[in-house]
C-alpha cells in the first residue's frame, strides 16, 4: 500500500494549476489566466503551507517539544490549518482572533480541538484596543509583551514575523509553478497579507527568470477603513503594504520583490469570484476573487497578449458562507 498516507502533513502542497478557459472566453481574453488552487490543501486554504513548515521549523529548532501549546494570532486561515497540524502532531493550540472573523473559522478551529479567545476578551488588549482605536499591530506586541512572554511552554508562531513562512513558498509554491507551466509564466499574481506568498514565491521564480513580473495586490482605498467609511468590507487575510508606516508592514514582506501593485476593492473581488464558480465551477474566498480581478485586469493590456500569468488563490468560498461574497444582491 505504497500510495496511503499516514499522516495530513503529507497531503500539503503540490496543488493544481487550471487554466480559466470559459473564463477567458468569456472575456476574450488574449493572456492565459491559470490559478493555483490552495483550496486542495488538506484545510483548504495557502496556508496550510506554513502552518506545517513554521511547526517543523520551530521543532528542529527545539523551540516546540512535546506537552507544549502552539499559540498564533491570525485572521483565520493559519489559525486553521495549525489547529489541524497541532492536532495530528498531539500538541494543544489556542489562537487570539479579531472580533470580526467569520463564525465558521472559530467553529473550525474548535472542532479541531483549538482553543479561540477573541483579542477583545484578553483585559489588557482590549484596553489597547480601545486606546489606539483598535491597532491590531499594537495590540499584538502587547500581547506578546505582556502576556505570552509570561508564559512556560508555549510556541508563539507568529506568522508575520516567522521566516519559515516565506521560505516555504521559495522552496515548494515557487517551484510547483514553475514545474507545472515547464517554465513558461510570464506573470505572478498573489495578495499580501504576512507577504509570505508573494514574497518566497516571487523570488524563486525570478531566480529562474529574472524577466517574470510579480504584482502584488493592495486593497483598494474604499475596502480599507477611514474616518468616513471605518468598517468597511474588507478583503479578509489582505493588508496594505504601500502607504502605511513601515512598521506596519510585517517583516515576512519583501518590498523589493514586487514589479507592480494592483489596488482591488472588496466588490470587484466578489464579482470575480461570482463569476469563475459560474463560469469554471470553482468556489473560491474573496482574496482570490480579488486575484482574479487583478489577473484579469493584466491580461486586458495590449504588451500582455500572448502571455501567460499565474494568479495564486488562497482558499475556498465555502469559508465565506456567512459574509457577502456569494450574495448576488450585495453589490457594496
Ligand atoms: C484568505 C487569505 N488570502 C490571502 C492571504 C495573504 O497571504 P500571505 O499572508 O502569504 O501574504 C491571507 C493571509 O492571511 C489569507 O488568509
Known sequence: MANVKKSITELVGKTPLLELVNYEKKHNLEAKVLVKLEYFNPNQSVKDRIAL?????????????????????????????????????????????QDNVSQERFQVIQAFGG?????SEEPVIGRVLEETNGD?????DVLRREVLA???NIYFVDQTANPANPAIHESTTGPEIWEDTDGEVDILVAN?????????????????KPELQVVAIQPGENSLPSDTNPEPEEITGVHPFEGVPAERVPSTMDLNIYDKKVE???????HAAREVAKTDGILIGTSSGAAIHAATELAKLPENKGKTIVAILPDTGLRYLSTNLFREEFQG
Open 53 to 97: 513548515a513554521m511547526i517543523e521549523d520551530a521543532e528542529k529548532k527545539g523551540l516546540l517539544k512535546p506537552g507544549y501549546t502552539v499559540v498564533e494570532t491570525t485572521s483565520g486561515n493559519t489559525g486553521i490549518g495549525l489547529a489541524a497540524i497541532a492536532a495530528t502532531k498531539g500538541y494543544k493550540f489556542r489562537v487570539y482572533v
Open 264 to 270: 482591488v476593492e472588496t466588490i470587484e473581488a466578489y
Open 136 to 140: 491590531f499591530v499594537a495590540a499584538i
Open 150 to 152: 509570561k508564559e512556560e
Open 192 to 208: 499580501v497579507g504576512t507577504g509570505g506568498t508573494v514574497s518566497g514565491t516571487g523570488k524563486f521564480l525570478k531566480s529562474k
Open 115 to 119: 482553543e479561540t479567545i477573541k483579542l
